[in-house]
T-cell receptor, first 111, second 114 residues
């Protein structure tokens, strides 16, 4: 079982839809959480950090549930430009920091 | 803007060749990383370095080595390329005191070993 798991998708949604992705992690020592975005044939870029209190950046909301060990990303009012792969990233500190990337969830937003 | 550059976007090498992939960052970051990215597997860490001349193995170091002689430059070496090393290679850097631990990635090198 992978330490960080994501539904690979693809998620196909119309413009304007709301879409949510989940990511589960198995190591309870995990302490920092992020969502990265990767466009086709491009490098990953940080989208947002994830906090227990949740955080929002425009149409994007990220949540962390430590008890159930998952993080989520909600995209409201989807745009064509949101089409990308969304990578869940977990950092844990067990005798040194380790960054673990999920395999990503692909999103296609269609007109 | 942080800039991470990689020496080649596309590379084709033959089995058994020694391959050098270079990465340069311009933000004076302490940490540098080499990943490979394969479909369905995500990014897997090969090696990372937290200081000049320092290196640590990641999850899949076999068949690879690294060199960090200068702070801004981190090289990945495939001692004897094999077909199962065909992949997208991504370099990244992050600042040691960056509380968000954001990693900045280069554009990637797509390596094909024939």
């Amino acid at each position: 079982r992978k330490e960080v798991e994501q539904d690979p998708g693809p998620f196909n949604v119309p413009e304007g839809a709301t879409v949510a992705f989940n990511c589960t992690y198995s190591n309870s020592a995990s302490q920092s959480f992020f969502w990265y975005r990767q466009d086709c044939r491009k490098e990953p870029k940080l989208l947002m950090s994830v906090y227990s209190s949740g955080n929002e950046d425009g149409r994007f909301t990220a949540q962390l549930n430590r008890a159930s060990q998952y993080i989520s990303l909600l995209i409201r009012d989807s745009k064509l430009s949101d089409s990308a792969t969304y990578l869940c990233v977990v950092i844990r500190n067990t005798g040194g920091f380790k960054t673990i990337f999920g395999a990503g969830t692909r999103l296609f937003v269609k007109a | 803007d942080v800039k991470v550059t990689q020496s080649s976007r596309y590379l084709v090498k033959r089995t058994g060749e020694k391959v050098f992939l270079e990465c340069v960052q311009d933000m004076d970051h302490e940490n540098m990383f080499w990943y490979r990215q394969d479909p369905g597997l995500g990014l897997r860490l090969i090696y990372f370095s937290y200081d000049v001349k320092m290196k640590e193995k990641g999850d899949i170091p076999e068949g690879y080595s690294v060199s960090r002689e200068k702070k801004e430059r981190f090289s990945l070496i495939l001692e004897s390329a094999s077909t199962n090393q065909t992949s997208m290679y991504l370099c990244a850097s992050s600042g040691q005191f960056n509380p968000s631990y954001e990693q900045y990635f280069g554009p990637g090198t797509r390596l094909t070993v024939t």
